[in-house]
């Protein structure tokens, strides 16, 4: 039976994966419609879809038809085509089991070429392809023709606007069930699946429609020209499929809607002339033609992984955004000890245009001097022949040494890096250390260094009135290259403990360095067991046994066969990166209590982050939330805080609007969590480690 459960969950997200979203429950509701309000539709879209199934199944590419997940309604939706113009019979049975394996070849052969030549989904171009194959084989077919096979009819809904009415059998149009009854049901469904997709439907259906009104005149040809169902298509696409839902995809997804219009028009008559519908064939084009011109131009906000709704994807890309920035290399402080950021990117100085992404590091004294005494002499200066690391692990490629430290208050402006290294990283860039002090560089061209190697001392070589240490990162070996931006792993500011972040010009940093033992109880190893004690109120109890997994990229995971929780040791810390499964997995509170730990936890020591909506409120409330936040981003205002109370134990608390909880974690020396607290509102549900855990003992 759990064999049977993955290919389940997929044939019904095929089913909601036609309106973009992917819930099982959706999509048996759907396949309930489909089989109750038209059984010979209903049952031959079935048949199809299974055909695909099983030929993946017997030629061994069962993976393969989980893994296009929802693109599989391509042989529903061909099967839905084949159901709508031919009566169920044995004939037309075997053509459907031939359609439907043509189809999924089809499928599986669009997706791949798409994916890497061009970086595109296939959408439902297999379907308009496959559909108009069987029509145009039926004109030989004539025993399969049916005519008047839909004499069933479905009383209500007499008197509706017309532009209602227009809409919702345009959205049962989709599934070949042109009714307002129909439309109407499947809006529910979308509405409770995802407020955003319900909301991109009707206003891409309007946007089109209301167009066409301008064009023709007739409010009778813009609302029942059951074609515009692809304008739904293409603004639930673009707006908040394949673009992160924002005020901006929304109106491109209103304009590429208007777009399809004298496309839509174009098509129909064209196919019309064949005796032939067009299918979805504008929605495919239109949406194809925006995603690929948006690609090819670096748009910064198209949607790397869907998951699921648009606005599981929203929570995720903004959560993410703020806790791992993709727009910068991560790399270590390059000293050891209090240091003070003396200029920073666009400085008052030196960085600037194409050398803006740079960083001055001074040390300072508690009335923020540079050095004591008078300041004549390269000595008084704290800084001074202080050790500079490497903050990146690669290659020297390039070291220069021997030029003297400037005199304070000179500089050396015909070699103004003075003695510097130079570093390439595999990833792809070069790390500069520069004004180092003459006869201090440890490290020649050719040598391999390590994050937090010693390179050298910080000197005043160069064009530096007084000694610092500059640090850049830059595209090529040559000194001049443009800078690029970067952030740091891990620093501390006052006792707070800051991640993948960059201080700014006059703030006092020291490094975040990992304590080995902590580190060594959140190595989380494959194939670890741990049981767990679920105290809720009342006394209730239950049993969680956790194990870490490992996912096919490589990312590990713990879970309790219900819910997986990513996690990592990024840097300095240790981070729960992304929770997949239901919110009634306990689970989910190791994500709330503890999404981040610093590695060199002691008493004092504070930090914040950001959480997901989907690990703290039930499903409808996180939905309205991100609907209204889509719109205004500022509306999300989530503090999250967690403050340090030993070298292994913790405690947060987390407010969102009305929402509060206090948390409390405490790390097992050995390996793994102890004890994980939530509280909120007079509640308080514990996670407590069994003791003589024999799997971890």
Known sequence: MRDLRPVANSILNSYSGVLFFSRPAGGLAILLFTLVLNPNLGLSALVCLLSAYLCARLLGLKEDFLRLDFYIYNPLLVGLSIGYFFRLDLLSLLFLVLMGVFTFFLTYGLSSAFSYYLRLPVLSLPFVIGSLIATLASYHYSNLFVKALYARKLFLFTSLPLWLDGFLRALGAVFFMPHPLVGLGLFLVLLLASRILAFLALAGYLAGSLLVYLFTGSSAEAFSNLAHFNFILIAMALGGVFLIPSPRSYLLALIASAMAVPLTEASRAFWERFGLPAFALPFNLTTLLVL??????????????????????????????????????????????????????????????????????????????????DGTRLEDYYAYRKPVLSPVSGRVVEVVDGLPDEPPGSANREQPWGNYVVIHDQRGFYAVLAHLSPGTVKVKKGDWVVKGA?????????????????????TGPELGSPTIPFLFSGYLRNGEFHALSLPAEGETVEPALPEKRLKQSLNLLLGQKFTYEVQGEEGSEEILHLEVKMAPDGTFYLTDGKARLYFAQRGAAFCFLNYEGTNRSP????????????????????WSDHLPLEILLPPLKKGLYLF??????????????????????????IIFNDYEVETAVKIHPLAGFEEVVIRRKGRTLRLRRRENDEENA
């Open 292 to 373: 690929y011109a948006l690609g090819v131009s670096g748009y910064r906000r198209l949607t790397g992984y869907y998951r699921g709704t648009p606005e599981s994807t929203l929570d995720h890309y903004l959560t993410w955004e703020k806790r791992f920035p993709s727009t910068a290399w991560e790399v270590e402080l390059p000293v050891s000890g209090r240091w003070t950021v003396w200029q920073g990117p666009d400085g008052q100085f030196t960085h600037k245009g194409p050398w803006r992404y740079a960083l001055d590091f001074v040390i300072t004294d508690e009335e923020g001097r540079t050095h004591g005494g």
């Open 454 to 474: 010693l390179v050298g001392l910080c000197g005043s070589s160069g064009y530096s009135p007084e000694p610092h240490l500059h640090l850049h990162l830059q």
């Open 587 to 606: 689970l989910r509170w190791f994500f709330l209590a503890a999404p981040r730990i610093p590695l060199n936890l002691r008493p004092g020591i504070s």
């Open 628 to 653: 209204l936040i889509s719109f205004w981003p500022s509306f999300l205002r989530l503090e999250a805080r967690y403050q340090a109370l030993g070298r292994f134990d913790f405690r947060g608390r």
